[in-house]
């Protein structure tokens, strides 16, 4: 699974952005994606996650009311709404492709190269 991230960039505080991911590949073996984000210093973090029929399986408290995940099957495209961007949301952000079953999302080390987020106060 090939996974190609685009939207990132320098948006003041309260700004919004809209990330985009393109799979392609052996997709048939995944049944959901997600996107993670890694600040400098911190842990990669699950930011929101959704399964195939487009149900949303989660949502990170931090982006929760801010940020929205979608996909179009059509084009095998995920996406991330954000709005209200708040410096904190700084990061690299990255698309990740796995599956959904016990109630969670399971990431497999399919992974995009990532697409720069940069809010500035």
């Known amino acids: 699974v090939q996974l190609v991230e685009s939207g990132g960039g320098l948006v003041q505080a309260g700004g919004s952005l809209r990330l985009s991911c393109a799979a392609s590949?052996?997709?048939?073996?995944?049944?959901?994606m997600g996107w993670y984000r890694q600040a400098p210093g911190k842990q990669r973090e699950l930011v929101a996650a959704?399964?195939?029929?487009?149900?949303?399986?989660t949502y990170a408290d931090s982006v929760k009311g801010r940020f929205a995940i979608s996909r179009d099957n059509t084009k095998n495209t995920m996406y991330l709404q954000m709005d209200s961007l708040k410096p904190e949301d700084t990061a690299l952000y990255y698309c990740?492709?796995?599956?959904?079953?016990?109630?969670?999302?399971?990431?497999?080390?399919?992974w995009g190269q990532g697409t720069q987020v940069t809010v500035s106060s």
């Open positions: 959704v399964a195939s029929g487009g149900m949303i399986i």
């Open positions: 990740n492709a796995g599956v959904y079953y016990s109630g969670s999302y399971h990431p497999y080390d399919y």
């Open positions: 590949g052996s997709i048939f073996s995944i049944n959901a």
